[in-house]
């Protein structure tokens, strides 16, 4: 089992940025896909991005693409998100998951998540 804790949101005016950091339990962290989504209320939650497990590939929404990051940092058990130019559209609860198998930009084939962290975008 995997437990993963999200911090690094906040209060932030359109155009500033963010770096949200998810640490992860346990001693396999660099076996795991890791990805990062986003839920705003009454909508579903939505693919950000993803890193593979050992080649650190990575995926992108289009919508962020170009201006979020995201990285791993295997010996610290940690995956990054670095937000840039963010915009009142990216409001939302950022959640990171983790997954064994491959990279998947669908939320429910995730196997952990943690508990979101709140970005707020102001204009």
């Known amino acids: 089992q995997v437990q993963l804790e999200e911090s690094g949101g906040g209060l932030v005016q359109a155009g500033g940025s963010l770096r949200l950091s998810c640490a992860a339990s346990?001693?396999?962290?660099?076996?795991?896909?890791m990805g990062w989504f986003r839920q705003t209320p009454g909508k579903e939650r939505e693919f950000v991005a993803a890193?593979?497990?050992?080649?650190?590939?990575?995926y992108y929404a289009d919508s962020v693409k170009g201006r979020f990051t995201i990285s791993r940092d295997n010996a610290k058990n940690t995956v990054y998100l670095q937000l840039n130019s963010l915009k009142p559209e990216d409001t939302a609860v950022y959640y990171c998951?983790?997954?064994?198998?491959?990279?998947?930009?669908?939320?429910?084939?995730?196997?952990?998540w943690g508990q979101g962290t709140q970005v707020t975008v102001s204009s």
């Open positions: 998951a983790s997954r064994t198998a491959g990279i998947s930009r669908q939320y429910y084939e995730y196997d952990y």
């Open positions: 890193i593979s497990r050992n080649d650190g590939l990575t």
């Open positions: 346990g001693r396999t962290f660099s076996l795991y896909t």
